[in-house]
């Protein structure tokens, strides 16, 4: 569970490797944890450090310089921790799994929409995304970022459906 925590530091460097963001902290009928259990506290890295290479700290009431409350929302249901970054009036959305077998294994999962999955999803900016893609092969190297999914109304199983999917997954290691 320690593991599972120092995730949270990571999300910030990690902003990039998602798609996805949400309307509302998610998922949506989970309490918000007021405090990071004393268990989890401690200093974390990626197992991949060509990934990322720093260490980040977590606290009662923060994970890495992200605070409880301020820009972070950590929900929690069984062994997944849902830690929401929020900004503009959305949320980027990273689960870190816990898997307790002989040993713990920590794993944070950046979730991504394809075109294969788009359809179940209400996006809100599906206009603006698609005309990004349509843009004329022809023209000059764009510096624009794609934009992100935005998306609401998101039931448990179309979360799952997102998690399940996810190919982009990292390691966490907990070093202290």
């Known amino acids: 569970m320690r593991y599972l925590f120092f995730l949270c530091g990571l999300v910030l460097f990690l902003f990039s490797c998602s798609n996805v963001i949400f309307v509302h902290s998610q998922p949506e009928g989970l309490e918000s944890l007021h405090e990071i259990p004393d268990r989890l ?7 991949d450090s060509s990934f990322n290479s720093e260490s980040y700290v977590v606290t009662d009431s923060s994970v890495g310089d992200m605070v409880l409350g301020d820009n972070l929302i950590v929900k ?16 980027a959305l990273y689960v870190v799994r816990i898997t307790q ?3 713990e294994d920590i794993e944070i999962s950046f979730l991504n ?16 995304i698609r005309a990004f893609d349509e843009q004329d092969e022809g023209q000059p190297l764009s ?10 109304d998101v039931s448990v199983n179309q979360l799952n459906l997102l998690l399940n999917s996810s190919k982009n997954k990292q390691r966490l290691l907990r070093v202290d």
């Open 41 to 47: 506290h401690g200093m974390y890295v990626f197992e």
């Open 143 to 152: 510096f624009n970022q794609r934009p992100d999914y935005l998306i609401d």
């Open 113 to 128: 929409i394809t075109n294969e999955n788009a359809h179940l999803f209400n996006i809100l900016n599906l206009e603006e």
């Open 76 to 91: 929690q249901r069984g062994n997944y921790f849902y830690l929401n970054l929020s900004g503009d009036n959305e949320y």
């Open 101 to 103: 077998f002989l040993h």
